[in-house]
């Protein structure tokens, strides 16, 4: 009788239905998806999640072997203190305004959870990152979409004040575009805007200005990093942020107790100590880019001028999405996006000059073929 009654509790348990349970945002809500990855076994020239195709400075690779000598048997540094000094020596700031993340995904988690709460708002342009809408949909907050002029710029409008507004989030470079907005454009944001403005800068060491030092001169600025793109850490995940020393203290309340790992750590301390290394990198990277965008536009594309490792690239005349899937019978992943109102794009990372070139003789065969 007992096996028997149990055996029907695990049954009826086995048809519980999940909107009993999970809180209703999250039933209602689609989920970030990643960039295509390969499955075991599948060989593709990756040019869809901007990546650095060249491997890291071999200082990390050494920093990694020394900190693994070490064990893992205890736990990391929580703060990342190594990190937050070669931060702060590199740009010439206070250590106590630098908060590490387990990349910069885990700062804007950080971020959208110390400032926006159930109900309140959290503003991002459009087309943009998509985890910004996902991060205030998992907060059970809202969000408002603004979209970018035709020319990439900002309207007055995203600087608007509203009762509910708690946050707001600007990727420079923008993603997909690559586009930026010049410096004195944000601190006008910022000193406009009644609430915090994170300047979300995964890509601005490919460009040529950064807002970091806006930090001092407005403090509802608060700046993003990752060292996934610029730094070729992408497997590593690890991010970093500066803000005002009144921020980092609030924020440090909300993040795991210990986010970033110890080989972490020391692999992100090594890098942003190599200066050597980011200028090589960055200046092939920056080259590569800028073939790539020269000859799109010559096959018929239209490409804003990127500031990021990628480049976005759109026609009216034909679909994309063939393009998309031509490459990919080809070994070659793009991104491919479709932004209701804006349209659909492909963006593509830049990666050797062996991989372009590969890309470019494909999408070139299918334009003589289809066109």
């Known amino acids: 009788m007992f096996?028997?009654?149990?055996?029907?509790?695990?049954?009826?348990?086995?048809?519980?239905?999940?909107?009993?349970?999970?809180?209703?945002?999250?039933?209602?809500?689609?989920?970030?998806?990643?960039?295509?990855?390969?499955?075991?076994?599948?060989?593709?020239?990756?040019?869809?999640?901007?990546?650095?195709?060249?491997?890291?400075?071999?200082?990390?690779?050494?920093?990694?072997?020394?900190?693994?000598?070490?064990?893992?048997?205890?736990?990391?540094?929580?703060?990342?203190?190594?990190?937050?000094?070669?931060?702060?020596?590199?740009?010439?700031?206070?250590?106590?305004?630098?908060?590490?993340?387990?990349?910069?995904?885990?700062?804007?988690?950080?971020?959208?959870?110390?400032?926006?709460?159930?109900?309140?708002?959290?503003?991002?342009?459009?087309?943009?990152?998509?985890?910004y809408r996902s991060l205030a949909e998992i907060q059970g907050a809202d969000s408002e979409s603004v979209s970018f002029n035709s020319d990439w710029t900002l309207p007055d409008t995203f600087f608007a004040a509203t009762s509910k507004l708690r946050l707001v989030f600007l990727p420079n470079p923008n993603s997909p575009s690559g586009t930026v907005i010049p410096k004195s454009r944000i601190l006008e944001i910022a000193e406009h805007l009644s609430c915090p403005l994170v300047v979300d800068e995964a890509y601005a060491d490919f460009a040529e200005e950064h807002c970091i030092d806006l930090v001092e001169k407005c403090d509802k600025i608060i700046v993003c990093r990752t060292l996934s793109k610029s730094y070729a850490l992408a497997g590593l995940r690890f991010g970093y942020l500066v803000a005002s020393p009144k921020w980092v203290a609030q924020m440090m309340k909300v993040k795991d107790s210990y986010n970033c790992d110890s080989l972490a750590i020391a692999a992100a301390t090594a890098a942003i100590g190599d200066d050597d290394w980011l200028t090589e990198n960055r200046t092939k990277i920056m080259a590569t880019r800028t073939r790539l965008t020269e000859q799109m536009r010559r096959f018929g594309f239209d490409v804003p001028t990127s500031h990021a490792n990628f480049t976005w690239n759109t026609r009216k005349d034909i679909s994309l999405k063939p393009i998309y899937d031509f490459l990919k019978n080809h070994g070659i992943l793009v991104r491919y996006m479709d932004y209701p109102q804006w349209g659909e794009g492909l963006r593509i990372s830049v990666g050797t000059e062996e991989q372009i070139d590969q890309c470019l003789n494909l999408i070139e065969k299918f334009l003589i073929e289809k066109l």
């Open 3 to 131: 096996s028997f009654c149990l055996f029907t509790k695990i049954q009826k348990n086995r048809n519980i239905h999940v909107q009993h349970y999970v809180r209703p945002e999250i039933i209602a809500m689609n989920g970030y998806v990643p960039g295509e990855q390969p499955k075991a076994g599948q060989q593709y020239v990756k040019l869809n999640t901007n990546e650095n195709p060249y491997r890291a400075s071999e200082k990390v690779y050494d920093a990694i072997r020394q900190a693994a000598a070490l064990g893992v048997s205890r736990y990391p540094d929580p703060v990342g203190t190594a990190v937050r000094m070669a931060v702060s020596k590199k740009f010439n700031i206070d250590p106590d305004s630098v908060l590490c993340g387990n990349g910069s995904d885990d700062l804007l988690t950080i971020l959208t959870r110390t400032f926006v709460g159930s109900g309140e708002l959290l503003r991002l342009p459009y087309p943009t990152y998509i985890l």
